[in-house]
T-cell receptor, first 115, second 110 residues
Framework: DAGVIQSPRHEVTEMGQEVTLRCKPI?????LFWYRQTMMRGLELLIY????????DSGMPEDRFSAKMPNASFSTLKIQPSEPRDSAVYFC?????????????FGSGTRLTVV | AQRVTQPEKLLSVFKGAPVELKCNYS??????LFWYVQYSRQRLQLLLR??SRESIKGFTADLNKGETSFHLKKPFAQEEDSAMYYC????????????FGTGTRLLVSP
């Protein structure tokens, strides 16, 4: 298994533009998570899915952020419109149901820069 | 509510010195505790989990329920240990999301 795959690795965009981040979880993992990493706040959970259904989106900062999981092998995180303060590294992670024995498997992240 | 506190943003030591990265937690039930490591510009990786009582890369961590702590220790630091370390917590009943601390950057100098 290639692990959790995220694309793109780097994204530079202008303020106001739409940004879409993509994630392919590990096959067979029931849970998918989107995290944002910044120097100031560390790792923040934005949203997570179970069997493609959003369970907790309380970490989504505002309406400009949205996430979807149309099937078990693909998820997107969209920011529209983007702002400079959205600049961060966005990680996707997946986990099997019995995650307490395994923890999460993280992707390599997408480094987003909004100028 | 679940909360993980890592009081040190940066810990700087010399090669060969002992290392202790502090982690305290707040949780009303029985927690599952983890340490994750992130080397420069790489993905987060699970380092160890308290349930397995293992030693990885010379690191150990003991869950102290009385002090609600899960400090990460290594007797002799190596330069390749320089990384960002995150402590994380979840409950152990059913599936519960991981809550991370803000991380501690360990810098090991030659």
């Amino acid at each position: 298994d290639a692990g959790v795959i995220q694309s793109p690795r780097h994204e530079v965009t202008e303020m106001g533009q739409e940004v879409t981040l993509r994630c392919k979880p590990i096959s067979g993992h029931d849970y998918l998570f989107w995290y944002r990493q910044t120097m100031m706040r560390g790792l923040e959970l934005l949203i997570y899915f179970n069997n493609n259904v959003p369970i907790d989106d309380s970490g989504m900062p505002e309406d400009r952020f949205s996430a979807k999981m149309p099937n078990a092998s693909f998820s997107t995180l969209k920011i529209q419109p983007s702002e400079p303060r959205d600049s961060a590294v966005y990680f996707c992670a997946s986990s099997p149901s019995r995650q307490s024995n395994y923890g999460y498997t993280f992707g390599s992240g997408t480094r987003l820069t909004v100028v | 509510a679940q909360r993980v506190t890592q009081p040190e943003k940066l810990l700087s030591v010399f090669k060969g010195a002992p290392v202790e990265l502090k982690c305290n937690y707040s949780y009303s039930g029985s927690p599952e505790l983890f340490w994750y490591v992130q080397y420069s510009r790489q993905r987060l990786q699970l380092l160890l989990r308290h349930i397995s009582r293992e030693s990885i890369k010379g690191f150990t961590a003991d869950l102290n329920k009385g002090e609600t702590s899960f400090h990460l220790k290594k007797p002799f630091a190596q330069e390749e240990d320089s990384a960002m370390y995150y402590c994380a917590l979840s409950g152990n009943t059913g599936f519960q999301k991981l809550v991370f601390g803000t991380g501690t950057r360990l810098l090991v100098s030659p």
